[in-house]
């Protein structure tokens, strides 16, 4: 009996670490697909604020939209200083920060500096479109189109 318990518990050995390695990574996998879900929430919702506030021309409400997706940007870059990875969706919650930041200053200044500012929106509203649907596939959810800030900014 004693033999037998001794060929079995090296194999056991063996298969310790490797069990406790793939919950540890099933675990952050996890985590990290409901952080993906979670920060695609928040950014679909912010998505609509911003069409919302730039119909509206309301360059206040575009700054503070800007401010709040700021936090998902923090959170996105701490995780990269702690080597970890930052999502598609974290990338169109900048995208869309600066669209929603450079709009708001493009509809409070003038002139020529107006026309480079809402240009510059312009582009990253075009790239807000492919982050996102970059980050529709990563938080497993349907395509979208994504344009509705680019058609509010072409439509001022």
Do not use: Y
Not at 17 to 43: E, F, N, Y
Not at 50 to 64: E, G, Q, W
Not at 69 to 88: C, M, T, W
């Amino acid at each position: 009996m004693q033999g037998h318990f001794g060929r079995r518990f090296p194999r056991w050995l063996a298969l310790g670490p490797a069990a406790i390695s793939l919950i540890l990574t099933t675990g952050a996998m996890a985590q990290d697909r409901g952080q993906v879900s979670a920060v695609h929430r928040q950014v679909s919702a912010a998505e609509a604020k911003v069409a919302k506030a730039i119909s509206a021309k309301d360059s206040n409400s575009l700054s503070r939209i800007g401010n709040d997706l700021g936090k998902i940007i923090e959170a996105a870059l701490q995780r990269r200083e702690n080597g970890g990875e930052v999502s598609s969706c974290d990338m169109a919650a900048h995208s869309l920060a600066f669209a929603a930041v450079t709009s708001a200053d493009g509809l409070i200044s003038k002139g020529e500096a107006r026309k480079l500012l809402m240009q510059d929106a312009m582009s990253a509203a075009s790239d807000f479109q492919k982050d996102m649907q970059a980050c529709d596939k990563q938080a497993g959810k349907a395509t979208g189109s994504h344009t509705s800030v680019g058609k509010a900014l072409r439509a001022l």
